[in-house]
């Protein structure tokens, strides 16, 4: 049962395409999605897709043409407004293509790219500080896990991936996502107790670095093998107030499956 607090925040369900779908799959993603959502579950939830950059504007133009209420983020940004960074995207280009979310810190991203909590801070200041909503990502290794430092890293890595965010934090609905490492796309999931234990900690931090409104407000999500026969159960924990889906979004049955699902249906 969720809290009044909780019942307070938005759920949100967030699917994170990663490097899937040409133009036209994205556009055909989308549209399946939109036939087959029913339109109430978007005025529940916030149903957000974050395709590939290359894919924006047709999954936004899909979305307008429909009138549909899912919003559209993008999986990375740059943290520098403009200049000489070739193959970077910045915050006003992807929300001129009316992206109101970015993915910032997905492990992949630090894991392959060598990316610090610092350059994901920088990110979620530029994001908020426009307007946009960061979903700052964060998450243990298999070793932190069995040796039951998560809370201890993960809280470490909000609070150095949050320095500096707070000023706009509130404004822009800041979300922080919890995806231990070892879960995504092997089909391991943490039991929803600890699920819950990481996300009270997560808003707890996000209170320390960003002030109690702040921390009230954010949302936590879940992330790492979220289905729609598991979501329900990681939705029902207190301090989790949504998910970040990798490969169950990819298909559209699944995706609306796995929101009609997470929102109790
Ligand atoms: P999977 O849902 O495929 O495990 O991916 C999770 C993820 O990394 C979402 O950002």
Redesign the pocket.
């Known amino acids: 049962m969720r809290s009044r607090d909780a019942a307070a925040r938005t759920p949100i369900i967030a699917g994170?395409w990663?490097m899937h779908k040409t133009y036209a799959e994205a556009v055909s993603l989308t549209q399946g999605i939109i036939d087959r959502l029913p339109k109430d579950a978007t005025r529940r939830a916030d149903v957000v897709l974050c395709p590939p950059f290359t894919a924006l504007r047709g999954v936004s133009n899909a979305i307008a043409f429909d009138h549909a209420r899912i919003k559209v983020g993008a999986q990375d940004c740059s943290a520098e407004p403009e200049g000489a960074y070739t193959g970077q995207v910045s915050v006003a280009m992807i929300a001129d293509l009316d992206a109101a979310y970015a993915?910032v810190g997905?492990?992949?991203r630090r894991g392959l790219l060598g990316e610090t909590s610092a350059d994901v801070a920088a990110k979620a200041r530029a994001l908020c500080a426009a307007g946009l909503t960061p979903i700052v990502?964060v998450g243990e290794s298999r070793e932190v896990y069995e040796a039951g430092d998560t809370i201890d890293f993960v809280v470490d890595e909000v609070a150095a991936s949050l320095a500096g965010v707070c000023a706009d934090a509130d404004a822009a609905g800041l979300c922080v996502?919890y995806?231990p490492i070892w879960?995504?796309?092997?089909g391991l999931v943490p039991s929803p107790e600890h699920a819950q234990r990481v996300a009270a900690a997560i808003r707890a931090q996000v209170g320390a670095t960003c002030g109690a409104q702040v921390a009230e407000r954010a949302r936590v999500l879940y992330?790492?093998?979220?289905k729609p026969g598991n979501v329900a159960a990681f939705m029902a924990q207190q301090d989790v107030d949504g998910a970040?889906?990798?490969?169950?979004?990819l298909d559209a049955d699944t995706f609306v499956r796995l929101v009609l699902s997470a929102l109790g249906e």
């Open positions: 994170n990663k993915i997905h492990s992949e990502c996502a995806e879960a995504i796309g092997t992330g790492g093998s979220v970040l889906v990798g490969g169950a979004s």
